[in-house]
């Protein structure tokens, strides 16, 4: 859901938490140095569920974006890998979000909802990944 998390793991909930819930990750890495950007990000993959979760936050991290390719992803009850660009966009404005934004990244269309922190990628033959997040402080606090 956007703004809110994926299934059992929302938005907030601290790294070890989520190990907990999911076990180790496949592979993980921590993105950026602390001491250039002032900013820790840590990325988890989940190969099972072909989900990746990235954590930010110094003073703790916690889920911060997610970024799926599981084609049993469901969105407003519906299977969203199963949708078509237009039927994405009409789902997510029936359900209250309303600054679209479209463009080509990396060879692939994507849709952004800015209002909801969510991008839907899309080739020819249709849905190829989302990603969604939210903003966190370095205190590991959802703004």
Do not use: H
């Amino acid at each position: 859901m956007p703004l809110k998390g994926y299934g059992e793991i929302p938005f907030g909930m601290t790294l070890d938490e989520a190990v907990k819930l999911l076990n180790m990750p496949d592979f993980y890495e921590e993105l950026s140095d602390m001491e250039e950007t002032g900013n820790r990000s840590i990325y988890y993959e989940y190969d099972g569920i072909q989900t990746n979760i990235y954590f930010e936050g110094i003073t703790k991290s916690v889920v911060a974006c997610f970024e799926t390719e599981n084609k049993t992803a469901m969105l407003y009850g519906k299977k969203v890998f199963d949708l078509k660009k237009d039927d994405v966009i009409k789902l997510m404005k029936d359900n209250g979000f309303n600054d679209l934004d479209e463009g080509d990244e990396d060879g692939e269309q994507r849709v952004s909802f800015e209002d909801a922190l969510i991008d839907f990628f899309f080739d020819e033959d249709g849905m190829t990944a989302i990603s969604w997040g939210v903003l966190v402080d370095e205190q590991g606090d959802i703004i």
